[in-house]
Every structure is written in C-alpha cells, then in structure tokens.
C-alpha cells in the first residue's frame, strides 16, 4: 500500500455482524513493530510482515480484547555510523505490542461555532470618502484606480459641469495593453464596465452625495456604529439626498471600520430573555431602558471548540458545562451560535470523529540527565578550540 513512498499504513476492519458485546467497540492494534527488514529493499518499502506478525495481529483481532503493552523479539534498530556518536547515547527503545479498547463515543465530539461581537468605528473623513470614487467590485476596483492616477487625476474635476468625466475613449488602446500585462485574470465584461462612462458617472454622483453629508454630519471619529443609521437618515432627509440600497452599503463600508476599542455593533433588539451563552445579552438603550440584544458577529474573531461526546448527559449540558469552563473565562463576551446543528439529530454543534492514533500509544522516553548533556557540549568545544587553533598556525 502506498507503494515507494514514506506513507504509514492503517487497516481498517469494518463489520456489521458484530457480537452483542462487541457493539459500540472499537479495537486499535497498534501492529508498528511487527516487521523485518529485507534482504533488498524496493525504493522507500525496506520493511515486510512475517506471518508470525500476521498471525499476532489476526489473532488479537479474533480474541476482540485489550493486550498490555509486552516487548517483542525484535532486534534494535540499526543506528547510523555517520558523524560523531555520542558517548552517553540513548537507550533503544524497545519494541512493543498492545491493544487497546474504546467506545465508540470516544473519538467522537461536536464541533462548536464560537461567535464574538464586531466592534466598529466610523468618520466622513477625506481619506475614506475618496473610495467612493471607485467600484466596490474587486473585479475593477484595482484597475479603476489606475486609470484614475493615469488619465483622469489631471483632466477631470468633480464639477457638475465637467463634460470630460468617465470619457475614456481616447485611450482604450493603452488600458487595454496595461490590462493584460498586469490585470490579465480581468474578463471581457469587467473591462467594458471599466471603460463605461456610466460607470465613473455613477462613482462620482455617490462620491458627491457623501461629501455632501459630511458637511451635515461634520467628520470627527465615531467609536460607536449603533446610532449611524438614525444620523444619516438624518442627514439624507435634511439635505434631500436619496441613498439606493447598493449605494449606502458601499458608503457604510467605505467609512466604517473594525475596532476592538469600539463599541459592539448591536444586530437586532429581542422581546425574549437574555441567555449570554447562546448570544442574547441583557443591556440598556440610550434612555437607560433594560432591554436584550443579538450583536453582530465578528467573522474575523469566529472561532470552533471540538467538545468531546458525553452520552450520558444531555448535548446542551455538555455543550454548556465545555463553554464555561473552557471559553468564558478567556472570552466573556463570546456566546454559542445555536443556528450550527447536526443534520442526523438536530442538536447544537455539528458532530465529527476522529482517531488519535499516535496518541493513544505513545510511549515517554525520558530525556538524558543534563548533567551529561553539558558535559558532552563541553567536550565537543573543546575540540572545535583546539581546531581552530590549529588553523590559525
């Protein structure tokens, strides 16, 4: 199996005639020593299985029981001869059998979907309106800017009466030529909008209408997004500006950005009881008024916790007893996102499994004293001194 290379080897024996008693059961054999080494190998395959080690394993399989860890008449690995051997080396570990037995359940855990809140600032300042200019869209942004810096900086303005804005005709030969040298993943469709003077027409009329707002709204740093909708709805009616749905979502992220000094973003106001653990948090509103709230989750700080399987307790209790012991003391204000379920049952956390193999029967082999380690350095500088001094005769 997995022939000329390096890959370990794991057997599986799936069975749906088990015996009563052997049901919910698994067997590991951990089988690694069982081999010799060839008379010649073939490529990376320089070990086989005797039958004797067939049978060993067959055997234990058969019997469906727990083997204690027992030494095998193997010999000892071959140590390489090459470069300078220790004087204190380890010991060879000797080479062992075992066998251990798990319910099923063991391996298995339901795989958490751990949600923090988003905290966002937000300013009408210069710098951030003037990414209105350009598409939101990443299949022309990078390239809109380049046209801008190269054609458009020095002859357009922003004046109502600029005749010039957007009209790229006069230099789609040389577009197209920077496009497919540096922007060659761009399509055809992507590279007309580009060259659509409705497109820059329509970048300038949002760009204008923010910079209108900002002379309502004024552009000090905001660290709390919550009361921004009520401001430039504000703003807009004021001024008489009407904001299409696409234009204010590319406004609202132009001048909003996450901040962990800020305050969280608050998603949607409850009727029902504040429950912290699954997201529900008890708080005021700006008149001082108790009220529950569902915050926005914050996609950068997501997070998963594998909680192992307990069969003898409910799935929300483990689920629970798991996140205050292991989450909440770490981070208070995170919660469980109840929405991840398992198709098969329905219950909170999606349910995976896996088998440590490795785990299960590592043997510790405890590192030399120190004391012969320092001394085996202290040998070893010597020698290089000594080498040294004689380069420089």
């Given at each position: 199996?997995?022939?000329?290379?390096?890959?370990?080897?794991?057997?599986?024996?799936?069975?749906?005639?088990?015996?009563?008693?052997?049901?919910?059961?698994?067997?590991?054999?951990?089988?690694?020593?069982?081999?010799?080494?060839?008379?010649?190998s073939?490529?990376?395959k320089?070990?086989?299985?005797?039958?004797?080690?067939?049978a060993?394993?067959?055997?234990?399989?058969?019997?469906?029981?727990?083997?204690?860890?027992?030494?095998?008449?193997?010999?000892?690995?071959?140590?390489?001869?090459?470069?300078?051997?220790?004087?204190?080396?380890?010991?060879?570990?000797?080479k062992?059998?075992a066998?251990?037995?798990?319910?099923?359940?063991?391996?298995?855990?339901?795989?958490?979907?751990?949600?923090?809140?988003?905290?966002?600032?937000?300013?009408?300042?210069?710098?951030?309106?003037?990414?209105?200019?350009?598409?939101?869209?990443?299949?022309?942004?990078?390239?809109?800017?380049?046209?801008?810096?190269?054609?458009?900086?020095?002859?357009?303005?922003?004046?109502e009466?600029?005749?010039?804005?957007?009209?790229?005709?006069?230099?789609?030969?040389?577009?197209?030529?920077?496009?497919?040298?540096?922007?060659?993943?761009?399509?055809?469709?992507d590279?007309?909008?580009?060259?659509?003077?409705?497109?820059?027409?329509?970048?300038?009329?949002?760009?204008?209408?923010?910079?209108?707002?900002?002379?309502?709204?004024?552009?000090?740093?905001?660290?709390?997004?919550?009361?921004?909708?009520?401001?430039?709805?504000?703003?807009?009616?004021?001024?008489d500006?009407?904001?299409?749905?696409?234009?204010?979502?590319?406004l609202l992220?132009?001048?909003?950005?996450?901040?962990?000094e800020?305050?969280?973003?608050?998603?949607?106001?409850?009727?029902a009881?504040?429950?912290?653990?699954?997201?529900?948090?008890?708080?005021?509103?700006a008149?001082?008024?108790?009220?529950?709230?569902?915050?926005?989750?914050?996609?950068?700080?997501?997070?998963?916790?594998?909680?192992?399987?307990?069969?003898?307790?409910?799935?929300?209790e483990?689920?629970?007893a798991?996140?205050?012991?292991?989450?909440?003391?770490?981070?208070?204000?995170?919660?469980?996102?109840?929405?991840k379920?398992d198709?098969?049952?329905?219950?909170?956390?999606?349910?995976?499994?896996?088998?440590?193999?490795?785990?299960?029967?590592?043997?510790y082999?405890?590192?030399?004293?120190?004391?012969?380690?320092?001394?085996?350095l202290?040998?070893?500088?010597?020698?290089?001194?000594?080498?040294?001094?004689?380069?420089?005769?």
């Amino acid at each position: 199996m997995f022939y000329n290379t390096g890959i370990a080897t794991y057997v599986w024996v799936l069975s749906n005639k088990k015996r009563e008693e052997q049901k919910g059961q698994v067997l590991l054999i951990n089988g690694v020593n069982l081999y010799g080494k060839m008379r010649k190998s073939l490529g990376s395959k320089r070990n086989e299985m005797s039958e004797k080690d067939v049978a060993t394993i067959v055997r234990c399989f058969g019997n469906y029981e727990a083997v204690e860890r027992q030494a095998l008449d193997k010999p000892a690995e071959q140590k390489s001869n090459r470069g300078r051997q220790s004087a204190n080396a380890k010991e060879a570990v000797a080479k062992t059998f075992a066998a251990k037995l798990f319910a099923s359940h063991e391996f298995g855990y339901r795989r958490l979907t751990i949600e923090r809140p988003l905290r966002q600032s937000w300013q009408f300042s210069d710098e951030l309106l003037s990414e209105l200019r350009f598409s939101s869209s990443r299949a022309i942004n990078t390239a809109m800017k380049w046209v801008y810096a190269e054609y458009g900086e020095t002859y357009w303005s922003d004046e109502e009466d600029c005749e010039q804005y957007g009209q790229l005709i006069d230099y789609e030969t040389e577009i197209r030529v920077h496009i497919k040298a540096n922007l060659s993943a761009m399509k055809e469709k992507d590279i007309k909008d580009l060259l659509n003077e409705k497109t820059w027409l329509n970048q300038k009329a949002l760009l204008l209408k923010a910079r209108a707002l900002q002379g309502e709204i004024g552009n000090e740093q905001h660290d709390d997004v919550n009361p921004l909708d009520c401001v430039l709805k504000t703003a807009c009616k004021t001024l008489d500006i009407k904001l299409e749905t696409a234009e204010k979502k590319q406004l609202l992220s132009a001048i909003c950005w996450t901040n962990p000094e800020a305050e969280k973003v608050v998603k949607k106001v409850h009727k029902a009881e504040a429950d912290p653990v699954y997201g529900l948090f008890e708080t005021t509103d700006a008149k001082g008024k108790a009220q529950v709230v569902e915050y926005t989750p914050d996609s950068d700080l997501r997070d998963n916790e594998n909680v192992p399987l307990d069969p003898s307790r409910s799935v929300n209790e483990v689920n629970e007893a798991y996140f205050a012991k292991e989450v909440q003391p770490h981070v208070p204000d995170a919660w469980i996102d109840a929405s991840k379920r398992d198709d098969k049952d329905g219950d909170i956390g999606i349910v995976g499994y896996e088998i440590p193999f490795n785990r299960h029967f590592y043997e510790y082999v405890p590192p030399r004293d120190l004391s012969v380690i320092d001394a085996e350095l202290a040998e070893v500088s010597r020698e290089i001194m000594g080498l040294l001094g004689e380069v420089g005769v």
